[in-house]
């Protein structure tokens, strides 16, 4: 959670205890300064196969298909592919190949409406 100064009080008593906390401040020369007043801690709640769901079916088409060196998976339902997928990744894989995901995406220009 990124917030200003005035509100770092207020805001660390209503957000989980797993979430990181910046601040914003203004500096003299007119840019923004970050300071990090609590580190982020894994979400205790994170659920692999869900997480996975979140990625477009074509996505989880394209991971299978590399994986599992096969192109057999593109009339496979999404959520059988985040099935068979969340067993092959630990969750700091998951939480990767999700990330890597999201930022292809805005590299691709590919969001949708």
Avoid: H
Wanted: hydrophobic share 40%; proline share 5%.
């Amino acid at each position: 959670m990124v917030v200003g100064d005035k509100k770092v009080d207020s805001i660390s008593a209503v957000i989980p205890e797993f979430w990181g906390i910046s601040v914003v401040s203004k500096c003299p020369a007119g840019r923004p300064q970050y300071e990090i007043i609590r580190e982020p801690k894994p979400n205790p709640y994170f659920e692999k196969k869900f997480s996975i769901t979140l990625l477009w079916k074509s996505e989880l088409v394209s991971i299978a298909s590399k994986l599992f060196n096969s192109n057999r998976y593109s009339n496979t339902r999404k959520y059988r592919l985040a099935t068979m997928l969340q067993k092959e990744f630990t969750q700091k894989e998951a939480v990767q190949l999700i990330r890597g995901c999201l930022l292809m995406r805005i590299v691709n220009g590919g969001w949708r409406d």
